[in-house]
């Protein structure tokens, strides 16, 4: 998968958090990043992880929908044929295609879809 880029404050470097083994297909610079963000949620330092992942929390406009849907597209792509991803990431992948997938529905029914999707994993 494309590589992620991910913004960490001054702070991070200072940290004392547990160390977490979160496997990725993401490009290997980005593997660290990923797993800082998920020590965080797991060492309760929700107050960061919430300011780092803030956007993703917001409902989506009509644009950020379009834009959702291509990515998803594009993220199906280049997960098939298997085994180009984890299963969990296939998971992730699954989830957000079920809220992208419809035109017309409320962000309610999109996060639904989504959650749906997220109790099977």
């Known amino acids: 998968m494309p590589e992620h880029h991910h913004h960490h404050d001054a702070s ?9 083994d ?16 998920v020590a965080l949620l797991h060492s309760f330092g ?10 993703l ?7 950020a929908i379009k834009h959702g849907t291509e ?11 298997q085994p180009k991803v984890t299963v ?6 699954d989830s957000l295609s079920a809220f992208f997938s419809h035109d017309n ?3 309610d029914q999109r996060a639904a879809a989504y959650n749906q999707k997220m109790d099977l994993c």
Do not use: D
């Open 22 to 37: 979160f496997p990725s297909s993401c490009a290997p610079a980005s593997q660290a990043g990923i797993e800082r963000e």
């Open 46 to 55: 929700y107050i960061n992880a919430q300011m780092q992942f803030q956007e």
């Open 71 to 81: 990515e998803m597209a594009k993220a199906r792509a280049l997960s098939a044929p």
């Open 12 to 20: 991070a470097h200072n940290e004392k958090l547990g160390r977490v």
């Open 57 to 63: 929390w917001q409902p989506p406009n009509a644009s």
């Open 105 to 107: 529905l409320t962000y």
């Open 88 to 93: 969990r990431e296939q998971a992730y992948i």
